[in-house]
């Protein structure tokens, strides 16, 4: 948004010398000066570098100079692109550029960069006379419709201008909007588009709405000032209720009078999670009105005003949480990572989390639960997941010993005989014969060997686990050192199932519960 022409800005070099894919942001820095080479010197975007920062604003001529000797040295732009930030505000200005070159390929930061961007072409006007716009090709009519003339852009110089590509100084148009003119000023510069004709592009000069002020005879009200600072366009419509469900796909949803948790397992209360949230939003809302309140009290901002501000540090704080991606992808999972966002792969490790010193200090300031309490329903969840994981290592063991070996064991028995018949009858031919069912009877008891092994090996880690003094413990031995067991287990169990004669398998298969 462009202010009164009294700002001063810096220059912010994106160097993408080393970016990868398009959708990446360039190296950010602020412009501090140009050596005789042609050679940028930057500094990092931070307040305490203000003084090294070159600045400049509308009236002066620094940055023209300043373009055509940079230009004049630097043979090779197009790796590096040049931006305009208010220089009072430096670090968040370089914080929302950085966020617009990650989606450049959006409409809106589209529109926000180029406004903000600094234009090569601008300062090379003695490369554009070659490649002239020829007068006879442009459309008269679309100036006609904005109040123009070929005649008053040539008195005014800035035809010249915009026929070598360039955009005009700030003219004064008129807007058509049904009966109604809008008057107001922009920038005009000729481009062609994909069939090669000539359009116009408009640049608008973007002013700080009075917003305080009546407009039309009508006075705004604060709530529409907070929706117009927010960037809400127009306002919310009217919601009828809706009794049907359309949030089933968020795991914290949002249902209009309380928030809902939908990411706890089938058998699992989701009284708990309920719990931690409630307990969240309730501390987050009431640290929000004080926060507000304060700002009121100093007396610097209104109500509104104070409103908006907060709300725009909380977007900022909340950065690393927001993804508009697929959040069950790898590619979250990678990201959480680079964020610094905790992902817990394991029910002990993401248990533990309920006695961190930030979740005792919520729950203890909100008045939900003391630091015992947190302690208490620690150890039974640890003691649920222990027996949990204990129960079904017992069932996975009773279902290998006494279904999946003994029936493997008969079919091999089968396979034995038929071999042993296949030698009576071909005597030293037999080997030949036989080496398909001779082959299987070392694949099979070979996957019998594994079970039974691993099987006891289990049952020891588990009397191993059950010795342990502490549920903690306990929980730790049972998920890395017992449940591995289960997919080792499962994996040979998979095979026999594929190798067992369909008549001799006991257990129901896989095709039979999906087809049966």
């Known amino acids: 948004m462009e202010s009164n022409s009294n700002d001063n800005y810096v220059l912010v070099l994106e160097d993408r010398t080393e970016v990868k894919n398009k959708q990446e942001a360039g190296k950010l820095s ?16 931070g307040a305490a570098n203000q003084a090294a920062f070159l600045k400049f604003n509308n009236k002066d001529g620094l940055l023209k100079n300043f373009m055509t000797n940079f230009l004049k040295q630097f043979n090779n ?65 679309m100036l006609d419709n904005l109040g123009l003339s070929r005649e008053r852009l040539e008195q005014s110089g800035e035809l010249e201008k915009m026929l070598n590509w360039q955009k005009s100084n700030l003219l004064t148009i008129a807007v058509p909007i049904g009966d109604t003119t809008i008057y107001t000023e922009a920038r005009l510069a000729f481009r062609t588009d994909e069939s090669g004709n000539i359009g116009l592009a408009i640049h608008p000069l973007r002013k700080e709405p009075q917003l305080d002020f009546p407009y039309m005879g009508y006075k705004l009200s604060p709530e529409e000032k907070t929706e117009l600072k927010l960037n809400v366009v127009g306002k919310i419509p009217d919601l009828f209720l809706d009794n049907t469900d359309r949030n089933r796909t968020s795991p914290f949803a949002f249902t209009g009078n309380k928030f809902e948790f939908r990411a706890v397992g089938s058998r699992a209360n989701c009284g708990k999670p309920m719990m931690v949230l409630n307990t969240i939003v309730a501390k987050q809302l009431r640290d929000f009105k004080q926060e507000v309140d304060t700002l009121i009290e100093q007396g610097t901002l209104k109500k509104d005003e104070a409103i908006f501000n907060v709300l725009r540090e909380y977007i900022k704080q909340s950065k690393a949480i927001r993804f ?22 394991t029910t002990p490790e993401a248990l533990r989390e309920n006695l961190s010193d930030q979740a005792i200090a919520l729950f203890e300031e909100m008045g939900v639960l003391s630091r015992v309490e947190l302690e208490a329903r620690y150890e039974i969840a640890l003691e649920e997941y222990v027996k949990t994981v204990q129960i079904e290592s017992r069932i996975i063991g009773d279902i290998a010993r006494n279904h999946v070996v003994p029936t493997a064991v008969r079919y091999l028995n089968t396979l034995i005989e038929n071999v042993k018949g296949l030698k009576e009858i071909f005597s030293s031919n037999y080997e030949a014969i036989a080496s398909e069912q001779i082959e299987l009877i070392k694949r099979i008891s070979e996957h019998i060997r594994v079970i039974h092994s691993k099987v006891n090996a289990m049952i020891e880690m588990r009397k191993h686990a059950n010795a342990l003094s502490s549920f903690e413990q306990r929980a730790e031995v049972y998920c890395h050192q017992v449940l591995p067991f289960f997919e080792e287990i499962r994996y040979h169990a998979d095979k026999l199932e594929l190798m067992v004669d369909d008549e001799l398998w006991t257990l129901t298969k896989y095709r039979e519960l999906f087809f049966s």
């Open 77 to 141: 732009p197009t790796h590096f692109g040049l931006y305009k930030v208010l220089a009072d505000n430096v670090e968040q200005g370089v914080d929302n550029l950085r966020t617009m070159l990650q989606s450049r390929e959006r409409l809106e930061s589209k529109q926000q960069l180029a406004e903000m961007g600094i234009s090569f072409e601008d300062y090379l006007p003695h490369q554009k006379n070659a490649t002239a716009i020829d007068p006879e090709k442009v459309d008269w009519k």
């Open 30 to 45: 602020v412009v501090s000066s140009v050596d005789e080479k042609g050679n940028l010197k930057t500094t990092e975007a």
């Open 324 to 345: 508009e991606g697929d959040g069950y992808s790898k590619a979250w999972e990678k990201e959480a990572a680079k964020r610094g966002l905790s992902n817990h792969k």
